[in-house]
C-alpha cells in the first residue's frame, strides 16, 4: 500500500467570514495566505521524513477552503523545495483548462521534478464551473476529450492539428515532453461510468474519493471489468481512493474528535445557485446516479485507534482494491493544525509502517 | 489516411474534393521517397480511433512532405468524413480555401463590441 498526503495549504479564515461560495476576496488576508503556504513546505518536510510516498494537490477556486487554485504552481513550488517525494496533481480541472497548455505545463514539471510527478484529470467539483463560466452540461464531454488531447499532445511525434467537439488547434508539437516515458502515470479521477470506461480504454489508473467502502467498490469493479474489456489489467497501484481519516491514541478519543467536528459542508452555494448548478450537473457512479452536490460535510472514512485504523485500511484494500491512499488527516478546511500535527505523527509512527505490506 | 490539395484555380470545393489523392492505401507505408517529391500543400486528415496504419502513415506524409499538414479528428475511425461530418467538412473546406493559411484562426472571439 502506497500513502498519499493530501496538501491544501491550511489557510485560517477569520470566524466572522461568511461561510459561502464564493467566499468573498476582500476577506483574503495576504500575510495569513503567505504564512499559510510557508507552513505547508515545513509540514510537507515532516511528511516527507515521516516516509508518505506521495504529496497531493488539488484544484479549487474562490474560498479559503482549500487554497490551491493552480495545482501546477503549489507543485512547482514543492518540487523546488523538496527532494524525494512524488508529487500528485489531483488533479487539474480540465475542462476549464486549456488542454494544450496542461499537457505544456505538467511536462515541464514532470521534467524540474526530476520524473517525481503523478498527474490525475478531472471534471471538478459542480461549484467549479462556475469559476471559468463553464457550462456544467459540458462538463463530461469536455473532459474527455480535454484528456485525450493531454495524451496525444505528450506522445505525438509530429506537429498536428486537433479537430475536436469541443477543442480545435491548428498547430500543436509541445516542448518539452515529459521526463517520464511515454508519460507520467496518470489517472483519470472520478467514480461515474464515463471516467471508469475512459480510464479503461486509455490504460490509465482510476481515482475515487470519500464515499463508503461498498459504493466506492462498485466503481472500481466496474473500471476493473472495462480493463478486461480493453484488454488488460490493472495493478493495485492503479486504484486511489481519497479519504477523510482521524486518527487518536483510542477509539473512544477518536470518536469524541469526529462528533465535535462541524457536521455541514463550509463555503456552500447560496441556495438558488446551488439549485441552477446542480440542474445543469448530472453525476453518477458506475452508472447509478447520484445528487450532484454534496451538503454535508464529506465523510470521515478512517476513525480510531492505530488498531482499528489499520484494520479498516485492509478492508479498504480488499473492498475498493486500491493500492493508494490519499489522505487528509484532519479535515481539509480546517486551519487548525494542531490535531493534524498529532495525526502525522501517530500515523507516522503506528500506521504506516504496518500498512505497507497490504 | 486521406490527403487533400487544394485546387490552385478557383473551383469549387466539391470539385477539389473530387481530386482527392489517396496516396497511401490501406496495408501499405507511405513512401517517404516519393512523397518528399510532393510539394503542394497537402492535408492529412486521420481520426483519433483509427486503430490501422493511418495514424503511422500520416505522421510519415508529415515528416516527408515539406508543406503537409496533418490534423487528427476527434473520435472519428478511418472513414472520417462519414463519422464526424460537420468536423471533417470544416476542416477540409477551411484548408481548401485558404491553404496553409488555414492554420491562422480567422473567427472572431469578440463577444461584445
Known sequence: MKVSFFETARYLPPESLPPEWPAAAGAYDPEAGARAYRGMIERLRYVEELGFDWVSVSEHHYSPRILTPSPIVSAAFIAARLERITIALLGPIVPHSNPVRLAEELAMLDTLAGGRLVVGLLRGTANEALTYDLNPAEARERTDEGTELILRAWTEPQPFGWQGRHFQYRTVSIWPRPLQQPHPPTYALGTSREACEFAARHRLGCGVSYGPFEVMARATRYYREQCARHGWEPSAEHVVYRANMLLAETDDEAHARLARQPDRAPFTMRPGVRDAVAAADARNIAGQARPAIVTGALPTTFVGSPDTVVEQIRRCREVIGAGVLDLSLHPPGSGDLEPLMRGLELFGAKVLPRIRNL | ?113
Open chain 2, 1 to 113: 489516411v486521406t490527403a487533400v490539395t487544394p485546387t490552385t484555380s478557383r473551383e469549387s470545393h466539391v470539385e477539389a474534393e473530387g481530386r482527392r489523392v489517396r496516396y497511401v492505401e490501406a496495408g501499405q507505408g507511405p513512401n517517404p521517397g516519393r512523397l518528399a517529391g510532393v510539394t503542394v500543400p497537402t492535408l492529412v486528415v486521420c481520426g483519433t480511433r483509427d486503430e490501422g496504419v493511418a495514424p503511422a502513415a500520416g505522421r510519415g506524409c508529415r515528416a516527408s512532405m515539406p508543406n503537409c499538414h496533418l490534423v487528427f479528428v476527434y473520435e472519428a475511425g478511418p472513414a472520417v468524413g462519414a463519422e464526424r461530418p460537420e468536423a471533417y467538412a470544416e476542416v477540409v473546406a477551411d484548408f481548401l480555401d485558404r491553404h496553409e493559411g488555414f492554420v491562422v484562426r480567422r473567427t472572431p472571439a469578440l463577444i461584445h463590441p
